[in-house]
């Protein structure tokens, strides 16, 4: 029983974090600027990222986090130098998304 509620609480939690990168993600993408358009002299409105590549990029991104985090980490605690964990979890994970 107590199992059941520990990951009913760990999935809330996941759930929070994951709307607030959602939410992140949708703030940068809808960014937006006004440009002067030589050719008529209108002022004009562009987005600044395209959405469709900047979503995939970010959501990649997101997922790939605690990947690249154990990388970092593991890096960091052999003195700058790759050790087996890191490079191997990264191109593991890579594969896996890309095969599933």
């Known amino acids: 029983v107590l199992y059941l ?3 009913l609480y760990l999935f809330l939690g996941v759930n929070i974090a994951a709307d607030k990168f959602v939410a992140a993600i949708e703030g940068i993408t ?3 600027k006004r440009v002067l358009q030589r050719s008529t002299g209108r002022v004009i409105t562009v987005c600044v990222w395209n959405g469709t590549v900047a979503n995939l990029t ?3 991104l997101g ?4 990947e690249i985090l154990l990388s970092v980490v593991e890096i ?3 003195g700058c130098f790759a050790g087996d964990l890191g490079p191997s979890t990264i191109v593991g994970s890579a594969a896996f998304n890309l095969f599933v």
């Open 5 to 7: 509620f520990a990951m």
């Open 30 to 32: 809808s960014t937006k």
């Open 58 to 60: 970010l959501l990649a």
């Open 63 to 66: 997922s790939s986090a605690p």
């Open 76 to 78: 960091i605690g052999n």
